[in-house]
């Protein structure tokens, strides 16, 4: 079955590193691009940083640009995001999500699988 695993998340002091992985099984990864969101509590799910099946193209949320890199390996399944700078407003539960369509998109109802998430907390 389709599965992605996020794990790295943690506290973190602002100013401070995370890097977040994603582990896929269960689908063709290399077809699909690749993305990571968040949610804050009560705000809804927002989109962080995209990239192509290839890793050749990226994309980034204006408040994340700058800060962090979104990255991905086909050989090994997975998907990272590095942060660096953290701020807390970047307090969140991660999701990573897979989207087979043509480009790359904000939108979270247009993604085909999801991860569990994983909690990323950064304390001033």
């Known amino acids: 079955q389709v599965q992605l695993v996020e794990s790295g998340g943690g506290l973190v002091q602002a100013g401070g590193s995370l890097r977040l992985s994603c582990a896929a099984s269960?689908?063709?990864?290399?077809?699909?691009?690749m993305a990571w969101f968040r949610q804050a509590p009560g705000k809804e799910r927002e989109f962080v940083a995209g990239?192509?099946?290839?890793?050749?193209?990226?994309y980034y949320a204006a408040s994340v640009k700058g800060r962090f890199t979104i990255s991905r390996e086909n050989a090994k399944n997975t998907v990272w995001l590095q942060m660096n700078s953290l701020k807390p407003e970047d307090t969140a539960v991660y999701y990573c999500?897979?989207?087979?369509?043509?480009?790359?998109?904000?939108?979270?109802?247009?993604?085909?699988?999801w991860g569990q998430g994983t909690q990323v907390t950064v304390s001033s």
């Open positions: 269960g689908f063709s990864f290399s077809s699909y691009r």
């Open positions: 999500a897979a989207f087979v369509g043509v480009l790359i998109t904000t939108s979270p109802g247009s993604y085909d699988y």
């Open positions: 990239i192509s099946w290839s890793g050749g193209n990226t």
